[in-house]
C-alpha cells in the first residue's frame, strides 16, 4: 500500500479543511504535512533560529563553564576565549489537552469532534516545537489526569506524545484547573503552558490558575475550541430538547426562534473570556473546529516568538 | 361578513397546532446532544422575558397566519372600511336636452349637472367601468379623464332628445360590463315633458341613482309654433307664432338674414307679420323673441317658398266644386291661369298633374292607360263604397263615399301617401303627379263641399306640383326623415351638402334650423327643425316621482351623497384577496420575528 502523495506539493496542509485533511491519513502523517506546510509559509525570523547558535567570543573569567571554551582558538593563538550563544536555553512547552466529553462531539459529519481536532492541533503544535528543538510536554484531562508526558526537546518525545494522544479520556468532567497547575509543576523554569479546550468548565478556577501560572512567569495560551453550531446555534432541528452531555443539564427550545439571542450569548462569554483572560496576562484565541491547522498553529507560534 | 365556501373554515382549526406546540414545548420527544447548553441556559437567564414574549409572539403571529388562510380559502364577502369600494360599471345619462340650457341661480342647469358628474368621476377608482351616455344616445366610454373632457365639450341639445334610449344604452352597456356592482346615474332636471313618460323597464332591471335640481324652475318664455302663410309666398305672405309666457316681449322675423318684420307681443297673444320679401325661391327665416332664461326656445326656425304662384290647366270636363277652388285660388292670387300644372280626371293623365278617379267607372280602363302613358306607377283597382273617414293633413274630417283601390305598379319610389282611407292610400303623389282615388264630385267625397278644401288644393299645387317641388317637413331635432322624391342632396344649415336617396330615411342632426332638399344643384324642398314645443314647459317631477318611475331607484343629493349612493362605499366585496395579503404579510412579520429576535427588529 502506497503512501497518499503530500498535499504539501499541490495544497499547504495548513491551509486545508480540517475535516477534509484528516480524511487523507493517520495522525502522525497528517501533523507532518501541516508542519511542512506551516514552515514552508513562514517568514524568515529575524531571530537567526531557536537553536543553540554561536554569536561572539569575550575574555575567560574564571567560573566559566569549560564546555563553552573554544578550544580551537586556545590552541591557535593561545587565547583563553569563551564562545557566547544568543540562545542558551531551549522553550519549556507543556501543552494542555481537554478530553472530556463535551470535547468528543460535532455538529455535521464531515467536521472533526473537537477532541479529533485538539489532537490533530497538539500533535502538530509539538512537532513544531520540537523541530524548533523545544522541550515539549503533553498533559490530558478530564475529571482526571489522564496522561502526563514531561517536558523533553528529543525528537522521540513527539512519538511519546503521539501515543499519550492515543490513551482513553472522554469523562463526567473537566478539572483543568488540576490540569494547569499540574502543567506548572512540570515546568520548573519559565516556560509556556498551552491549553487546548473547549471551556465548557468553571471559569473562576480556570481564572485563579491562569493568574497563579502567570505568577510563576509562564506564558499561557488558550486556544478554544468551538464547534460552528455552538457559535451559531445553526442547528437543522425543529422543537427539540438539548442535552449537555457532559453535565446532563437540558434545555427545549426551537433553534430558529433562538438563534440570534443565543449567538449574542457565545459572543458576550468569548467577550468575557477574552477580556479575563487579558486581565491575567494570557493569551486567548477562540478557534472554530472548521478552520484549517494553520490558523491556531501560527497563533501558537507567534506565541513562543513572544517569548524570544 | 358571509363566506362563499364555509365549509373551508374548517381549516381553522389547525389554529391548535401552534397552540399545542407553543403549550407543550417543554414536553417535546426530540432530544439532542449540545455540549454548550450552559450558553443554552444563559441565554434564557438573560433574556427570559424577551424569548417568552417571543415565544408568544410568534405563536399568536402563526395562529393568525393559519386562521387568516382560513378566511381566505372560505371566499368571504363583506365591508372593508377604509379600502374605498368595490368595482362598480357606472352609466352617468347626463340630460342635455334643450331645458338643461336654463339658466338658475348657479348658472346654467346643464354646468351643475355636468359638476355633479365631474365629482362621481372624482370619486371613482380604476377599477371602475365608466360610460357617459347623453340625450342624444350617444355614448362614451373610458376613464375618468376620458369622460371628464367629454363632459367639457358637452353642450345642450336643441331638443328633447330620447331620454328612453339614453337609459336603455346606458342599462345595456352597464350589463355588458360583467362588473357585479352595477348603476345607472341618471343627472337631470326631471322635467315632466321628457321623463314622464319612463318606464322602470327601460333600465332592465339596472339600479339607478337619481340627481334633481332642488327648488322650482323659473319662469320660461318661449316660441311654441310658427307657421308661414300660405306655404307658398307671392312673393307676399305672413308669418304666424305662437308665444307662450307670463310677460310681454319684443319680437322679429329674419328671412335670409334680413329683419322683415318687428313688434312687441302680450302674454298668450299671437304673433303675426304681413311681409313681402325681396328673395326668391326657398328661403329660409327665423322668428326671435326677447330673450329669457332659456334662451334657446327663444328662437324658432321656419322655411318658405317665394315666388310666382303656380299656373294651373284646369281640365274642361272639371266638376263645379273644382272650379269653384281653382277660381278662388286665381282670385286670390296663389294660383295662375293657362301653367302646365294639369288638373283633371285620370283618364286625361300627363305629368304635372293633379289627377283624381274618373267619375264614370267605365272609364277607369282608360283610365289606367292614361297612367301607364305618362308613366305615373298606380293603377286604379277595385272600387269601394263608404262611406269611410279620411285621414291625412287637410282632409281630417271629411269622408269617401266611392273610390277606388290604388295599386302600385312594381316598387314605386319617393312615393308619399297624403292621406289615406281605412288603410288604403287616398292621395298619393309621387315624381309629379298627385292622384286621388276619388273623383272630385260631391257623389265621392265631400271634401270638395268642405272648407278645407281651397287650402288643400293650394297645398297640393304650391309644395307638390309648383317649382317647389318637395314642400316642407317639419321635424324634431335627430328625427329620421324620409327623402322626397327627385331629391338628390340634403342642405345643412351651414351649407354643408350630403347626398341622399330618394326614399331613403335620414336622421337629422341633433341642432335646430333650415335644411334644403336639393335636386341638380336646386333647392326643391325644405325640412324645418325646432325642438319640441314641450320642452320649454320646465316643470319637473319631484325626485320620489322619478325614482318610483325608474323602479326604485336612489335619489342622491350633494357630491358626497352622490358618491355613497352610486359605488356603495363601504358595501360587500369579496375579502379573499386581502385575508391572503394578511396571510403575506403574517409570514413575513412571522420570518422577520423568528430570524431576527424582537429587540433587533424594535431597533431596526
Redesign the interface.
Given at each position: 500500500m502506497t503512501a497518499p502523495a503530500s498535499p504539501a506539493a499541490t495544497v499547504r496542509a495548513d491551509l486545508m479543511d480540517p475535516g477534509t485533511l484528516a480524511a487523507l491519513g493517520r495522525l502522525e502523517v497528517i501533523s507532518r504535512w501541516i508542519v511542512d506546510g506551516l514552515l514552508a509559509g513562514l517568514h524568515r525570523s529575524p531571530k537567526k533560529g531557536f537553536s543553540v547558535e554561536f554569536a561572539e567570543h569575550r575574555a575567560y573569567q574564571p567560573g566559566d563553564d569549560l564546555r563553552f571554551m573554544d578550544w580551537k582558538v586556545a590552541a591557535r593563538a593561545d587565547k583563553w576565549l569563551i564562545k557566547q550563544y544568543e540562545e542558551e536555553t531551549n522553550l519549556r512547552a507543556t501543552i494542555v489537552l481537554d478530553v472530556s466529553?463535551?470535547?468528543d462531539?460535532k455538529s455535521r459529519p464531515q467536521l472533526l469532534t473537537k477532541l479529533a481536532y485538539g489532537e490533530r492541533l497538539v500533535a502538530a503544535l509539538s512537532l513544531l516545537l520540537i523541530r524548533q528543538r523545544d522541550s515539549v510536554g503533553l498533559i490530558r484531562f478530564d475529571d482526571q489526569l489522564r496522561s502526563v508526558v514531561p517536558p523533553k526537546s528529543r525528537t522521540v518525545q513527539w512519538k511519546r506524545i503521539l501515543t499519550a494522544l492515543a490513551e482513553p479520556g472522554a469523562g463526567q468532567g473537566s478539572d483543568a484547573a488540576g490540569a494547569l497547575s499540574q502543567a506548572g509543576k512540570l515546568i520548573r523554569r519559565r516556560g509556556m503552558v498551552i491549553l487546548v479546550s473547549?471551556l465548557?468548565l468553571d471559569s473562576q478556577e480556570i481564572d485563579d490558575t491562569v493568574h497563579a501560572l502567570r505568577a510563576q512567569g509562564h506564558d499561557v495560551t488558550i486556544l478554544h475550541l468551538l464547534?460552528p453550531?455552538?457559535r451559531t446555534?445553526d442547528?437543522a432541528?425543529?422543537?427539540?430538547?438539548?442535552?449537555?452531555?457532559?453535565?446532563g443539564?437540558?434545555?427545549?427550545?426551537?433553534p430558529?426562534?433562538?438563534?440570534?439571542?443565543?449567538g449574542?450569548?457565545?459572543k458576550e462569554?468569548i467577550d468575557e473570556w477574552r477580556a479575563r483572560f487579558a486581565g491575567a496576562g494570557a493569551f486567548y484565541e477562540p478557534i472554530g473546529t472548521d478552520q484549517p491547522f494553520g490558523v491556531p498553529l501560527r497563533r501558537a507560534f507567534a506565541a513562543r516568538q513572544r517569548l524570544y | 361578513m358571509s363566506f362563499l365556501a364555509p365549509w373551508a373554515l374548517l381549516l381553522a382549526a389547525a389554529v391548535g397546532v401552534p397552540l399545542v406546540l407553543h403549550l407543550l414545548r417543554r414536553r417535546t420527544g426530540a432530544r439532542i446532544d449540545f455540549p454548550a447548553v450552559r450558553y443554552l441556559l444563559r441565554m434564557e437567564r438573560e433574556h427570559a422575558n424577551e424569548v417568552r414574549l417571543k415565544n408568544l409572539l410568534l405563536m399568536l403571529l402563526r395562529v393568525g397566519i393559519v386562521l387568516a388562510i382560513a378566511l381566505a380559502a372560505a371566499r368571504p364577502i363583506g365591508p372593508l372600511p377604509g379600502l374605498g369600494h368595490p368595482p362598480t360599471a357606472v352609466a352617468i345619462v347626463i340630460d342635455n336636452s334643450l331645458s338643461s340650457a336654463a339658466a338658475g341661480a348657479g348658472g346654467p342647469l346643464l354646468s351643475r349637472l355636468t359638476a355633479s358628474a365631474r365629482a362621481l368621476l372624482d370619486a371613482s377608482n380604476t377599477a371602475d367601468r365608466l360610460w357617459l351616455v347623453t340625450m342624444d344616445g350617444a355614448v362614451t366610454g373610458g376613464d375618468a379623464g376620458t369622460l371628464g373632457a367629454a363632459l367639457g365639450g358637452l353642450r345642450p341639445l336643441d331638443g328633447a332628445g330620447d331620454a328612453a334610449l339614453a337609459l336603455r344604452r346606458a342599462s345595456a352597456v352597464v350589463r355588458a360590463s360583467g362588473v357585479p356592482a352595477q348603476r345607472v346615474v341618471v343627472l337631470t332636471d326631471a322635467q315632466v315633458s321628457s321623463w314622464g313618460a319612463v318606464s322602470t323597464e327601460t333600465l332592465g332591471g339596472v339600479p339607478a341613482t337619481i340627481v334633481v335640481p332642488e327648488g322650482a324652475p323659473g319662469p320660461n318664455r318661449a316660441l311654441t309654433e310658427v307657421v308661414t302663410e300660405p306655404l307658398h309666398w307671392d312673393p307676399r305672405g305672413a308669418v304666424r307664432a305662437t308665444m307662450r309666457g307670463a310677460d310681454s316681449t319684443t319680437w322679429r322675423v329674419v328671412l335670409e338674414g334680413r329683419t322683415l318684420a318687428r313688434g312687441s307681443a302680450k302674454p298668450g297673444a299671437a304673433i303675426l307679420a304681413h311681409v313681402q320679401p325681396i328673395a326668391r325661391g326657398w328661403a329660409s327665416g327665423t322668428v326671435e323673441l326677447g330673450p329669457d332664461e332659456l334662451r334657446a326656445d327663444d328662437v324658432r326656425h321656419f322655411a318658405v317658398h317665394v315666388g310666382e304662384p303656380p299656373a294651373v290647366n284646369l281640365d274642361a270636363g272639371a266638376s263645379l266644386f273644382l272650379r269653384g277652388a281653382v277660381d278662388a285660388l286665381v282670385q286670390g292670387g296663389r294660383a295662375r291661369r293657362g301653367g302646365s300644372v294639369l288638373i283633371a280626371s285620370a283618364e286625361r293623365a300627363r305629368t304635372p298633374g293633379l289627377l283624381f278617379a274618373p267619375a264614370d267607372p267605365l272609364k277607369v280602363a282608360d283610365a289606367n292607360r292614361a297612367l301607364e302613358r305618362a308613366g305615373i306607377p298606380w293603377r286604379f283597382g277595385a272600387r269601394r263604397e263608404g262611406p269611410a273617414p279620411l285621414r291625412g293633413a287637410g282632409v281630417e274630417g271629411a269622408v269617401a263615399r266611392s273610390w277606388y283601390v290604388l295599386s302600385a305598379v312594381g316598387t314605386p319610389a319617393g312615393v308619399d301617401t297624403l292621406a289615406r282611407v281605412g288603410a288604403a292610400p287616398w292621395v298619393v303623389s309621387g315624381d309629379g303627379y298627385v292622384l286621388v282615388a276619388s273623383a272630385a264630385e260631391q257623389s265621392a267625397t265631400d271634401l270638395p263641399v268642405r272648407a278645407a278644401f281651397v287650402p288643400w288644393l293650394d297645398a297640393l299645387l304650391s309644395q307638390r306640383l309648383a317649382q317647389s317641388g318637395a314642400g316642407v317637413i317639419a321635424a324634431v331635432p335627430g328625427a329620421l326623415v324620409r327623402v322626397p322624391s327627385r331629391a338628390d342632396q340634403l342642405e345643412a344649415p351651414d351649407g354643408s351638402l350630403r347626398a341622399v336617396q330618394s326614399g331613403a330615411q335620414v336622421q337629422l342632426p341633433w341642432t335646430a334650423g333650415v335644411h334644403f332638399w336639393r335636386r341638380a344643384g336646386e333647392r326643391i324642398g325644405a325640412v324645418v327643425v325646432n325642438g319640441e314645443a314641450s320642452e320649454s314647459e320646465l316643470a319637473r317631477l319631484t325626485g320620489a316621482a322619478l325614482a318610483d318611475s325608474l323602479g326604485d331607484a336612489a335619489v342622491a343629493s350633494g357630491p358626497d351623497g352622490l358618491a355613497r349612493a352610486t359605488f356603495n362605499v363601504g358595501g360587500s366585496r369579496s375579502l379573499e384577496r386581502s385575508f391572503l395579503v394578511l396571510a403575506l404579510l403574517l409570514l413575513v412579520a412571522e420570518a422577520i420575528v423568528a430570524r431576527r429576535g424582537i429587540l433587533k427588529t424594535a431597533a431596526a
Open positions: 466529553r463535551s470535547m462531539w473547549d465548557l464547534d453550531a455552538e446555534f442547528m432541528a425543529g422543537e427539540s430538547e438539548f442535552v449537555d452531555p457532559e453535565q443539564e437540558s434545555l427545549a427550545v426551537t430558529a426562534d433562538v438563534r440570534e439571542l443565543y449574542e450569548t457565545v462569554a | -
